[in-house]
């Protein structure tokens, strides 16, 4: 059976869900979280879209992206996924498939919802009981929301996150 053929939507706002190969940990850790986070800064240079929230998890990553006119999301998230699996491959001896299947998309159509999505994006930590308290949990766009220097009206600079 094939798979659906993607809608896309000029500037929409996406909740994307990437996952390891058989829910393997291929963003264990604390390097690879961060290579990833540089795989996802190169091409939000790239491509200029917007990151509203993050959360890296051992086996998966939700992001929050709005698209602009010119690039839709399937190109923005497959330089991603083959970027990041390129550098995981060069980096331990893995076969196969880093990601499993294609990433997850759901378009977020009202404010109300970013809100609750983001919401869900930065208590999956504490939902997968890996730490009590989210703002404990470092590999999340949480914190720049929470700090005192922070406009959470306005989407996350990725340079933010290498300061």
């Known amino acids: 059976m094939t798979e659906q053929k993607r809608i896309y939507y000029k500037n929409a706002v ?16 604390a390097k690879d979280k961060i290579m990833f986070l540089e ?25 929050i992206i709005q698209t602009e006119n010119k690039i839709n999301i399937s190109k923005i998230m497959q330089a991603i996924n083959l970027s990041y699996s390129v550098k995981f491959r060069s980096k331990y001896p893995y076969t196969g498939h880093v990601w499993q299947g294609r990433f997850r998309s759901n378009v977020i159509e009202k404010e109300e919802y970013i809100l609750n999505c983001i919401n869900y994006i930065h208590n999956n930590p504490s939902r997968a009981e890996i730490v009590e308290q989210i703002e404990n949990y470092p590999w999340s766009s949480y914190h720049y929301y929470n700090s005192p220097d922070n406009e959470a009206t306005r989407y996350i600079q990725m340079d933010k996150f290498y300061e």
């Open 14 to 29: 996406y909740h994307i869900t990437i996952r390891g190969n058989n829910k393997h940990p291929i963003l264990k850790a």
């Open 39 to 63: 795989v996802l800064k190169k091409y939000r240079s790239r491509f200029g879209f917007k990151l509203f929230a993050f959360v890296i998890m051992d086996n998966h990553v939700h992001l």
